[in-house]
């Protein structure tokens, strides 16, 4: 799980219980207690919340956003396309600044979401990694 560690999330925007108040903000996984479902992150403003995994929201590694494109090519409107195209841009820059842009365009657009976005809980069950070549080699 250290690889998690200053991960970037989003507390989700529909979260109705969140004691300081963060719906809709992008931290840093400051550190995480799974046996507890307790996600510790920390925003910008230095406040730091717990969270349980399925009450943040991740973007999905830059190549699966990639492969989502050119397998959806034609059935996303093209305005999809290009703010998806955004997104992979600004996850490759890899700046905080640049992932939350990424975050505010995931989910502006319902259709964007659904092909970016995923909750931390289904990152963490899929074996997901932003690091494609880490995890192609724990196959080996």
Do not use: H
């Not at 999330?9 to 719906?23: A, G």
Request: with cysteine; charged share 25%.
């Amino acid at each position: 799980m250290e690889e998690l560690i200053n991960k970037s999330v989003m507390v989700n925007p529909l979260l109705t219980d969140d004691p300081i108040r963060m719906q809709g903000q992008v931290g840093l996984i400051d550190s995480i207690d799974l046996e507890k479902d307790e996600i510790m992150v920390k925003f910008p403003n230095n406040a730091i919340g717990a969270y349980s995994a399925d009450a943040l929201l991740c973007l999905q590694p830059k190549e699966m956003v990639l492969d989502t494109i050119k397998a959806k090519l034609v059935e996303l409107d093209p305005k999809d396309v290009r703010i998806l195209l955004d997104i992979y841009r600004l996850q490759n820059v890899g700046e905080p600044v640049a992932f939350e842009e990424a975050y505010r365009w995931a989910i502006a657009f319902e259709n964007v979401a659904n092909n970016s976005l995923v909750s931390l809980e289904d990152y963490l069950s899929l074996g997901l990694s932003d690091n494609i070549e880490l995890q192609n080699s724990r196959g080996r």
